[in-house]
């Protein structure tokens, strides 16, 4: 099993800033197969990122994904209010399909 | 649009089976490449893919859940299903169902969540 594990915890920032996460995959993640999510509090995830830099359908373009391997990012370029929230990563590139612990973005 | 829609009993006593259904609407479950999906969720804490199923009624479960998990398919009412045996407090959760695409391999449509909670 593919072992992802999410730094930092919590990132405290403030708006308009740049957003940083890290997801660290204990093997070789096949295909670039690595997603992220945005979740708030009472809602069901939010697709952000596919393939490790597509974004999903209506997601704006300050998110963005980047990497390979075992290590890969999400980046949020000029934080917005509502982009307050929690950050999974999760891969498929081996089952069983797995996500990390999360990264808690707040201000 | 698609959506996806969880119910079943929101109360499971120890020992006992949950079950949940997840109502499919805006497409058929039998269309393109994609797999249904149960995701949970324990309160405060992350995901955990429990496993899916395709409209073919092909499944695959999360080695950790394995025993005790059954997935199965209603393709005329456009609905998927979970089971989960000999529950305990430890299963207690917000159940997710999701649209998996293969291309992609990453769930693309979520439901809103089902809070099952286990308690005598």
């Known amino acids: 099993e593919i072992v992802l594990t999410q730094s930092p915890d919590t990132l405290s920032l403030s708006p308009g800033e740049r957003a940083t996460l890290s997801c660290r995959a204990s093997?070789?993640?096949?295909?670039?197969?690595l997603a992220w999510y945005q979740q708030k509090p009472g809602q069901a995830p939010r697709h952000l990122i596919y393939?490790?830099?597509n974004r999903a359908t209506g997601i704006p373009d300050r998110f963005s994904g980047s990497g390979s391997g075992t290590d890969f990012t999400l980046t949020i370029s000029g934080l917005e209010p509502e982009d307050f929230a929690v950050y999974y990563c999760?891969?498929?590139?081996?089952?069983?399909?797995?996500f990390g612990g999360g990264t808690k973005v707040e201000i | 649009q698609l959506q996806l829609q969880e119910s079943g009993s929101g109360l499971v006593k120890p020992s006992e089976t949950l079950s949940l259904t997840c109502a499919v609407s805006?497409?058929?479950?039998?269309?393109?490449?994609?797999?249904w999906n149960w995701i949970r969720q324990p309160p405060g804490k992350g995901l955990e893919w429990i496993g899916y199923?395709?409209?073919?009624?092909?499944?695959y479960y999360n080695p950790s859940l394995k025993s005790r998990v059954t997935m199965s398919v209603d393709k005329s009412k456009n609905q998927f299903s979970l089971n989960l045996t000999s529950v305990t407090a430890a299963d207690t959760a917000v159940y997710y169902c999701?649209?998996?695409?293969?291309?992609?391999?990453?769930?693309?449509?979520w439901g809103q969540g089902a809070l099952v909670t286990v308690s005598s």
């Open positions: 999701a649209r998996l695409t293969v291309r992609g391999g990453s769930f693309d449509y």
């Open positions: 805006g497409d058929s479950i039998s269309s393109g490449t994609y797999s």
């Open positions: 199923i395709y409209h073919s009624g092909s499944t």
């Open positions: 093997q070789f993640v096949s295909s670039n197969f």
């Open positions: 393939r490790t830099s």
């Open positions: 999760q891969q498929y590139g081996s089952s069983p399909l797995t």
